[in-house]
């Protein structure tokens, strides 16, 4: 897990603010997307889903045998693996 | 599983793609559009032609190319492969981008979901920094009313400045006014004021910085800010492109290079990132001003089914007895109209017979024609077509209901654990078609290595010419032998078989992994489509226009022939034993080891042009006169297999040699046209073929040291 202090339009600090990683969001979760560490062709397949920072990604079930993940991203649902997933930093939303 | 018109074409490598011939006067119409939209539906009722169409992402894998008529003026409409982007992550995506870029369309037609415009948005935009002569085509307006999402389709054409046309393609709805919106746009008769991106002062500036840089020739050929946006986002492929297509001179390409890499370092590597956020961002403003949700939870539905499809506890069991009870249909409801047929066709042989006799025709003759062809022929037509005329239907409600991809979804980490890719599992259903289209089906996998595997392995699944063995086999062998539930233990046979090629699959993917393809699976994005309403008449239509009658015919193509050369291979006799006889002693000591015998191995071989006439050429080879039997029910062919020393186990070994040996010959073909290589045409020959030697010989051996048979 990782810990960002962000500072906000006001100037005043927000601290511990959780990040994780998309692949570790609870299924029925929302959260949104804060960047990719995904490189090379991974990366702009992720881009090309619309997974570009402040989108709301939804977790919504995982398959069967626990792997991939079904996402709802942009209106359409999208399976991912957690390789993927977890390239993808996000900001689960409460 | 693409049997029309236009399969074969598909299975030509995408080269002439982009130089169509045209006839005089006629204009090229570009079919762009994510996957899934309705693309080939559209290009199928706008020409006439049957392309393949289904509930998942990637069932075109090809460019076809068709004709149609608008006010006295030609168009040829080419479909370009469905992307969601054209920044070149894929051929596909290459494919598509060149052919918009470098071909210059009259017009692109873009293809676009109503239920999900947003997502859509993002290839639209692309499409329109490439070129202004774009028509947008928002499709399946009737999913969109039903899930309750409004679209104000004057504001997008407002918001795009291009021509937006709602449809309904399944329907027909909407096609008159699509193609009067293409032919203004070709004659220059609407006003186009293309939207372009902004993505910020730097990059725009880094853009402008690097067009200034183009020689005068370029300048002409390609839109320049286009051109320099792709080389600062650092795609390599549009060099090649545009050495390929525009034949520029290596300096120049060089030259470029160093220019792009010079404004690209100011920028670093965030070019890309800020392209695609620009492009999502004005997707989301455009969407937020045309789509109105009535309803927010408009995917209410559809989540409720995959709640229970993919569920942990469900999915597994549902997969498999939807797949089960699709065989039960198919052979409890296949029995009867055999029987109707094989009399039908009995009672016609009978008056053919008379008729050569009154001709007073020589034996060899009527032997041949009737005894051979005819028999050969109406045997398997007989045995096929009623079978594939409830097997496809049944299949193909399933592939346009959206059942596929969640099937896929659920099978994912097996092949993850196989290292193989999850889409591998569509292809495997394409396969229970006709593995020559499920090896085309596996472009559909980006990673050449995993679709090598996917390719090599593709015939494990059962085609539809190996079904009605296995059908036959179950029923006679094994449905006999459970009496009063005979069709549900064939079914029960039958899903065993299909269960035991899966693993098979898996197993041998992963070797394949570890050998002769190393390596780790690549990256995975598996859209879920929605669910969408199937037409159950047109979906009985399709599949027995476009599948069954297109398979059967050719069967009955090659069947014919073959009829004759068995026949003549079990007449003409040498050293006082047919040609036949001959064969089947030679291969019988290793059909011994197998479980099977001579004929069965023999009757393998020859059916290397089709599957489908294996059963046939064994039917032929065991009876003695060299000609089928009077077989008019599967009974007969019980009694003539147990006459010939069959037992449970030379059953069950048949069936296994049927799952696990060499493609056919059009398969192996397409093999060798989808890899380009020889080396993976010989693999894909060889693996099969071992993989059944061997569990043939582990069973039989095991069995009868068991001394079970």
Redesign the interface.
């Known amino acids: 897990m990782k810990y960002l202090a962000k500072i906000d339009a006001k100037g005043l600090v927000k601290m511990h603010e959780l990040l994780i990683s998309l692949n570790r969001l609870a299924p029925g979760s929302m959260a949104k997307v804060v960047q990719l560490s ?1 490189e090379g ?10 997974l ?2 402040g ?1 709301l990604v939804e977790s ?9 993940t ?1 996402y ?1 991203i ?8 957690s ?2 997933a977890a390239k993808i930093l996000v900001e689960p939303a409460y | 599983m693409d049997f029309t018109v236009n399969s074969t074409e598909s299975g030509a490598p995408n080269k002439d793609l982009l130089q169509p011939e045209l006839f005089p006067g006629e204009l090229v119409v570009a079919l762009a559009g994510n996957p899934n939209t309705g693309k080939s539906t559209i290009f199928n009722a706008l020409t006439g032609l049957r392309q393949h169409t289904g509930n998942w992402p990637g069932k075109t894998v090809s460019g076809a190319r068709g004709r149609y008529m608008h006010r006295q003026k030609n168009f040829l409409l080419v479909d370009l492969p469905g992307t ?2 054209l ?1 070149a ?1 894929s051929a596909e995506e290459e494919i598509a981008r060149d052919f918009i870029c470098f071909s210059r369309p009259a017009v692109t037609v873009v293809v676009t979901d109503a ?5 859509n948005l ?1 290839l639209v935009l692309q499409v329109l920094e490439i070129t202004g002569q774009v028509v947008v085509c928002v499709n399946l307006m009737d999913e969109a009313r039903r899930k309750k999402i409004h679209l104000d389709l004057p504001a997008l054409s407002q918001l795009l400045g291009v021509p937006v046309v709602g449809t309904n393609a399944r329907d027909g709805q909407g096609l008159s006014e699509l193609k009067e919106a293409v032919y203004r746009v070709a004659f220059n008769l609407e006003s186009l004021h293309p939207a372009r991106v902004k993505y910020g002062p730097g990059l725009e500036q880094a853009a402008a910085e690097l067009a200034a840089g183009f020689g005068a020739s370029l300048k002409e050929q390609v839109n320049q800010r286009w051109l320099a946006l792709r080389l600062l986002e650092g795609d390599s492929t549009i060099l090649s492109s545009l050495q390929r297509h525009l034949g520029l001179p290596h300096p120049q390409i060089e030259a470029l290079l160093e220019l792009s890499s010079k404004v690209r370092q100011k920028g670093g590597s965030t070019f ?2 800020a392209v ?2 620009a492009l ?2 004005r ?2 403003k455009i969407a937020s001003r045309v789509v109105r949700l009535e309803n927010m939870e408009q ?1 209410r539905l ?2 409720k089914i ?2 229970v499809v ?3 506890k469900w ?2 069991p549902i997969m498999l007895a939807l797949l089960g009870l699709v065989f039960w249909i198919t052979i409890s409801g296949a029995n009867y109209p055999s029987e109707l047929l094989s009399a039908a066709f009995h009672f016609s042989e009978e008056k053919l017979t008379a008729l050569f006799v009154r001709a007073g025709s020589p034996d060899w003759l009527h032997g041949a024609l009737v005894s051979g062809l005819y028999k050969t022929l109406t045997w398997v037509i007989a045995v096929m077509l009623p079978p594939m005329a409830i097997f496809f239907p049944l299949f193909t409600l399933l592939e346009d209901l959206g059942y596929l991809p969640r099937v896929a ?2 099978l ?3 092949f ?1 654990k196989a290292r193989a890719h ?1 889409k591998q599992a569509l292809t495997m259903c394409m396969g229970f078609g006709c593995n020559a289209a499920g090896v085309i089906s596996c472009r559909i996998i980006d990673s050449p290595r995993e679709r090598l595997i996917a390719t090599i392995t593709n015939n494990f699944v059962p085609c539809n010419g190996r079904f009605p063995l296995l059908i036959a086999l179950s029923t006679i062998f094994i449905g006999k032998a459970a009496g009063a539930l005979a069709s549900l233990a064939a079914a029960g046979a039958l899903l065993g078989s299909i269960m035991i090629s899966f693993f098979i699959t898996l197993l041998v993917s992963r070797v394949l992994s570890a050998t002769a393809l190393k390596g780790l ?1 690549s ?8 669910y969408r309403m199937p037409r159950v008449g047109r979906v009985l239509m399709r599949s027995i226009m476009d599948r069954t009658l297109f398979v059967l015919g050719r069967a009955v193509t090659v069947a014919a022939p073959a009829g004759l050369v068995i026949w003549f291979m079990a007449n003409v006799t040498v050293d006082g034993a047919s040609l036949l006889k001959h064969g089947a002693a030679f291969l019988e000591p290793l059909a011994r080891l197998m479980g099977l015998d001579g004929f069965i191995l023999m009757a393998f071989i020859l059916g290397f042009p089709a599957n489908e006439l294996v059963i046939p050429i064994l039917i032929m080879s065991y009876l003695s006169t060299g000609s089928m039997l009077e077989l008019e029910s599967l009974e007969d062919l019980r009694q003539l297999f147990l006459a010939n020393g069959w037992t449970w186990l030379t059953a069950v070994c048949t069936m296994l040699f049927a799952l696990n040996h060499f493609p056919c010959g059009t398969t192996l073909l397409t093999i060798r046209q989808e890899t380009n290589s020889f080396k993976m045409t010989f693999l894909s020959f060889l693996v099969p073929t071992l993989t059944g030697i061997i569990i043939c010989i582990i069973i039989a051996g095991t069995a009868r040291l068991l001394g079970l048979a």
């Open positions: 995904a062709p991974t990366r702009r397949r992720l881009l090309d889903l619309g570009v920072a989108t919504l079930r995982k398959s069967p045998s626990g792997d991939p079904a709802q942009r209106g359409a649902v999208i399976a991912l693996r390789e993927e | 969601y982007s920044l992550n239920t999900c415009l947003e997502r993002n890309q990132d695609v956020s999502v961002d997707a989301e995917n559809d989540r995959d709640n993919t569920s942990r999915g597994f979804f659920n994912d980490n097996s993850k999850g699976p990256s995975f994005t598996l859209e879920l489509p929605p």
